[in-house]
């Protein structure tokens, strides 16, 4: 009885001993191990995402005698995720971005879920056989303390951006987690309601913007894609007028449903009529490849021309128009003659209002309450999330062969476009 009553015990003993060892195995492989980080911080001047970039520039001041032979940003969650940074050190002071590009930089749909902390981090190569390295906070001196980024739909996470962790370090907190309100892309079909836009030859604008952009939305659709259209033709009537900012304006619909990408079709028109072409305008400030493509593939597969408009040209079919200083000054004198409280109008905001207000503070959006009575408010006007928006003359409707060559081939402008952006998501 005595053995087996010893029996028992051990049994037990073995099992709690197990079970507290179990516990504490798992335990502390789940501790992320800390790092040792410097007194100093990099302060962060600026940060944004404009489509699914993530970008940021800062300062640090590492003290005297520390010249490193390479700096990165690194995201921390047990292991290392490094980015590369743009730098240059004069004195004490490294000075840092990720990109000079705003549609360029980290690329925030491939991270997988976890809470990741960022830091700056200084190698200054090898001691004793050892990597050397020197990791220090990036402190948040922006006037946004939180920002929230959702990944394309068919990726399906969420990106809390905030400093809250016990490094007081900016963090990515990633999850799983979708909602049935955002949307990858908006498509801006050019005009509608009352607004027939340009027209030439019995044909108004609106007779090939709308059929162009749903005919894209559904192609994108296929490849599953959630895409939003600003207007719908079965609930905007011909006498109505849709309204550009506001409560589902065309220019803040983007930011309400937090798209990605914005593409607005439109057809040009002149007085001339041998005057014809596709420009695709853009931001300011951008990596042009994407826009090259679109540009190159509409032509290659249409038949389209470039145009051959030299103003605000970058590439061939692709512009990129900021005020000009002319502009501003012709634009503060229209407010005052309409007795419009003046906008904060520079020659650092795009030209069009649906490439400047859909992509924040990046690209110059001004328009914020002060005539709010009468043209309406952009809430997201000083955003730090922005849209990366492109805006297509699709050729000229005042010239035959656009206008015959858009009659004709619809299915080709649209399968360019589509196969233009399925290349540039990489699907």
């Known amino acids: 009885m005595k053995k087996a009553l010893i029996i028992i015990l051990v049994i037990i003993l073995l099992g ?3 079970y507290f060892g179990y516990v504490k195995f798992f335990n502390n492989s789940n501790e992320i191990p800390k790092i040792a980080v410097e007194e100093n911080v990099a302060n962060i001047s600026e940060y944004y995402i404009y489509g699914n970039h993530f970008n940021l520039k800062g300062t640090l001041d590492v003290g005297l005698g520390i010249e490193p032979e390479d700096v990165k940003m690194v995201l921390y969650n047990g292991e290392f995720k490094e980015v590369t940074l743009n730098y240059s050190q004069e004195t004490n002071t490294i000075s840092f971005n990720i990109s000079d590009y705003i549609n360029d930089g980290l690329y925030l749909d491939d991270i997988d879920p976890s809470d990741y902390f960022l830091f700056i981090r200084l190698y200054l190569g090898k001691k004793e056989d050892k990597d050397v390295y020197k990791y220090y906070i990036l402190k948040n001196e922006t006037n946004y303390a939180t920002s929230q980024y959702y990944t394309m739909s068919y990726i399906g996470n969420k ?10 370090t900016m963090m990515f907190k990633v999850s799983k987690k979708g909602d049935s309100n ?8 050019g005009h509608g309601g009352m607004d027939g836009g340009a027209s030439a030859g019995g044909y108004k604008e609106t007779d090939f913007t709308y059929d162009l952009s749903s005919s894209i939305k559904e192609e994108l659709e296929k490849l599953g894609l959630k895409v939003k259209l600003t207007w719908d ?3 905007l009537g011909s006498n109505d007028l849709l309204d550009e900012y506001g409560e589902h304006g065309r220019a803040v619909i983007p930011g309400e449903v937090q798209a990605k990408y914005t593409f ?24 042009y490849d994407f826009a090259k493509n679109l540009a190159n593939n509409i032509v290659n597969e249409t038949g389209l021309s470039y145009s051959k408009n030299k103003l605000f ?5 692709v512009y990129t128009h900021n005020f000009t200083t002319s502009e501003v000054q012709a634009t503060l004198s229209d407010y005052e003659k309409k007795n419009y409280k003046p906008y904060d109008v520079t020659v650092n905001s795009n030209y069009l209002y649906m490439i400047r207000e859909t992509g924040g503070f990046m690209t110059g959006a001004y328009v914020d309450t002060r005539n709010e009575d009468k043209v309406g408010s952009n809430p997201y006007y000083n955003s730090n999330i922005g849209s990366e928006t ?8 005042s010239n035959d062969n656009d206008r ?7 299915d080709k402008y649209v399968m360019a476009i589509v196969n233009s952006i399925k290349t540039e998501l990489g699907m």
């Open 159 to 168: 990106i809390d951006i905030n400093s809250d962790n016990e490094y007081g």
């Open 182 to 189: 955002v949307y990858d892309i908006v498509i801006d079909p």
């Open 313 to 317: 040209k970058q590439f061939d079919g």
């Open 16 to 18: 709690v001993g197990g």
């Open 404 to 410: 015959n060559n858009l009659i004709n081939n619809k």
């Open 264 to 287: 607005c079709v439109h057809i040009n028109k002149n007085v001339y009529n041998y005057v014809n072409g596709l420009e695709v305008y853009t931001a300011d400030k951008i990596n």
């Open 233 to 235: 033709k079965n609930t």
């Open 390 to 397: 492109y805006l297509m003359e699709l050729g000229y409707i």
